[in-house]
């Protein structure tokens, strides 16, 4: 899979057919913290994208504010139907969260409809570093 970013996939063949399909804008809030909430976590890289047929398409990267929070982000999706006799069609993007001194990578699946403002929490727990404790409780 090629991983290209949003711009030079605006040059591909593909890209009409993913613009039929999502002539809209949804955005994204993601929100990093620790401690259920109290501590937010800045400097967390962020990275949206899909996978489209033969290519991974980067459509957004950044790091978190002092507050955890990177907001703002536009992404292409579908017009939000307003019948209710409809269900809602929306597009698919794969969120992966990472810092380190933390735990792990975070991954997520986030729905996108035209016009719906999605916040996304990620919560993630400090890396403790136990070389060197007595953990046999003496």
Not at 37 to 51: L, M, N, W
Request: cysteine-free.
């Amino acid at each position: 899979m090629k991983i290209i970013s949003y711009e030079e996939f605006k040059n591909t063949d593909l890209y009409e057919d993913f613009l039929l399909e999502n002539s809209d804008i949804g955005n994204l809030k993601v929100q990093v913290f620790t401690a259920y909430g109290a501590i937010p976590i800045p400097d967390t890289k962020i990275v949206v994208y899909k996978d489209i047929e033969e290519y991974r398409v980067i459509f957004f990267q950044g790091v978190t504010d002092s507050s955890g929070i990177i907001s703002g982000i536009s992404l292409p999706a579908p017009k939000m139907v307003t019948s209710n006799e409809e269900t809602p069609i929306y597009t698919i993007y794969n969120m992966t969260a990472f810092n380190e001194g933390y735990e792990t990578i975070k991954n997520y699946t986030i729905g996108m409809l035209g016009g719906i403002n999605v916040i996304q929490y990620v919560k993630m727990m400090p890396v403790v570093d136990l070389e060197g404790v007595d953990l046999s409780g003496n």
